[in-house]
């Protein structure tokens, strides 16, 4: 038999090794796949960056120049979704696929099928949040949902087609995640090398055990939440609609059970990819393994009972007001430990700043920006002030952008070496760092400011007192944007080619790190020999 066109399946029959565009929709393995979802994240990246960019042009001055109210809240209700399900979501998703089997020690994810599957309902998803904005060119529809990506009730109950499009593509969305964290959770408990305790697993894969489970639990009362809000649309029931006896807050409760917990489903992930970074760049053994773990599980657990801080405005109860309050803020506990350790890591370590450990520092600064302003944010008697102003807005980027994409591109640069077997442009790497970095403070640190000045999010308009710092923060933005370029031509000239990668990408910590957590943490078994340390 020709071993160049037939390769053993998992199940030992032999099948035939398609090429060219059916290998990559009929592919079960899980590098492939990882491929996919993590170059369609960076599609949908630029796509939802595009978006938000417009509403920053429109921003740059009072007045309305560039659109009508209604296409602003379109495009930032999208630019929401796009950036969360669609880029952060798969790009994370694709770690996993390349990551996990290696880590552990499995030849595969233990349901490839599934795993292909999981991503092809990925683009007919995009395409349906993003088709109403075509139709609406051709005259059907009023545009996309212009809701903001909460679709709250009563607003989405009246909202035109693109409401029903976006509820859809939730649904479609939502089933891929939960057939991929089935998947994860599946090979981490069945498919560990033999002798590797759950206690001796790689952080990363802790970080996705953890989001694997949340996404299992939160992602149906979501699913059942815009369900209902389906049929309040089209059926008649009542659901959400206070004239028929319905509670438009009870959408909120639904909602944010599933969006809260979201915000940790997105960060997990890259929390446990972090000890990794520093860990290689600090030639020291990751410090505090296990206290790490049980901090991710305790975030897990928190995040699904504190989920009512995103409305702490809506005329909750004073007991329920304080619950939810003291909740939250215990959530900066296990979050602490986690960054006592990564700061214990790098403490007394033999540094260096290739690109990988600067993201990952800037990571650390910035995502302790976005803790120390929701601590603020979850206080009753501030949130009044701040609840719907830039100072939200401020906030969730220096989380969701700072802590999640800058933690994706760590994972990026930091692995891609071992992908592709080339490696990336350092020079490129660096520059790209600064500009995102400086670009990103101009962008949001400014929000802060207006935010605490009064200036409403969500708005296409506003005083001539916000004037100045919105010049600053569109300024920022386009220079963010664009230098977001930088990173797509460095990851692209790294596919195609370039100075080979070495056999131990990074100068670690010489096999100590190996031989503490094995099997290797990031290394293949596959590829490379366990070193051990002198």
Not at 225 to 246: E, S
Not at 295 to 324: D, K, M, Q
Not at 360 to 374: K, R
Request: net charge neutral; charged share 10%.
């Amino acid at each position: 038999m020709n071993t160049a066109s037939h390769t053993l399946d998992p199940h030992g029959a032999h099948a035939h090794h398609p090429t060219g565009i059916l290998r990559w929709l009929t592919t079960t393995n899980h590098k492939d796949i990882g491929t996919m979802y993590l170059t369609f994240s960076l599609l949908m990246f630029f796509v939802g960056g595009a978006m938000i960019l417009a509403v920053r042009a429109e921003l740059f001055q009072p007045g309305l120049q560039l659109m009508k109210p209604e296409f602003f809240n379109q495009l930032i209700g999208v630019h929401a979704l796009v950036m969360i399900f669609a880029a952060l979501m798969p790009a994370a998703t694709g770690f996993a696929n390349w990551m996990i089997p290696l880590m552990i020690g499995a030849p595969d994810m233990a349901l490839p099928r599934l795993n292909n599957w999981g991503f092809w309902l990925l683009p007919p998803a995009a395409i349906l949040l993003t088709l109403p904005f075509v139709l609406a060119i051709f005259g059907i529809g009023d545009g996309a949902v212009a809701t903001g990506w909460t679709l709250y009730a009563p607003l989405s109950v009246q909202g035109g087609i693109g409401v029903d499009f976006a509820i859809f593509s939730i649904h479609i969305l939502g089933v891929s995640s939960i057939m991929g964290s089935i998947n994860i959770i599946a090979t981490i408990l069945n498919m560990r090398a033999p002798g590797m305790t759950l206690m001796k697993m790689p952080l990363f894969c802790w970080g996705w055990l953890v989001t694997a489970v949340l996404l299992i639990i939160t992602l149906p009362v979501l699913a059942g939440g815009v369900t209902m809000l389906l049929t309040d649309r089209h059926f008649q029931t009542h659901f959400f609609d206070a004239a028929g006896g319905g509670d438009p807050i009870l959408f909120q409760h639904l909602f944010w059970f599933f969006g809260h917990p979201e915000v940790y489903i997105l960060l997990l992930p890259v929390w446990g990819l972090m000890p990794h970074v520093l860990s290689t760049f600090t030639r020291k053994p990751i410090y505090g393994h296990t206290a790490q773990v049980w901090s991710f599980i305790a975030i897990g657990v928190l995040g699904l009972v504190v989920w009512a801080h995103h409305f702490l405005t809506a005329g909750l109860p004073v007991p329920a007001l304080l619950y939810f309050m003291y909740s939250t803020m215990s959530i900066s506990l296990p979050l602490a430990v986690l960054f006592f350790c990564w700061i214990a890591t790098m403490w007394k370590g033999a540094m260096t700043f290739e690109t990988p450990m600067l993201f990952a520092l800037g990571f650390i600064v910035l995502f302790g920006i976005a803790g120390l302003t929701g601590l603020v944010l979850a206080d009753v008697a501030a949130d009044a002030q701040y609840h719907h102003s830039y100072f939200v807005v401020a906030h969730f980027h220096y989380a969701l952008f700072a802590g999640g994409i800058m933690g994706v591109m760590t994972g990026v640069y930091y692995w891609l070496p071992k992908w592709t077997g080339h490696m990336y442009s350092e020079k490129l790497g660096k520059t790209h760092f600064w500009l995102t970095v400086v670009s990103f403070n101009l962008t949001f640190m400014p929000q802060f400011f207006l935010g605490l000045a009064g200036m409403p999010r969500r708005i296409p308009d506003y005083a001539l007192q916000f004037a100045e710092f919105n010049a600053i923060s569109t300024v920022g933005a386009f220079i963010l944007g664009l230098s977001q370029l930088i990173f797509a031509y460095n990851v692209w000239a790294c596919v195609k080619g370039g100075k080979k990668a070495t056999a131990e990408v990074w100068e670690s910590t010489s096999g100590l790190e190996w031989e503490l957590s094995s099997p290797p943490p990031y290394h293949s078994w596959e590829t490379q020999p366990v070193i051990k340390a002198n």
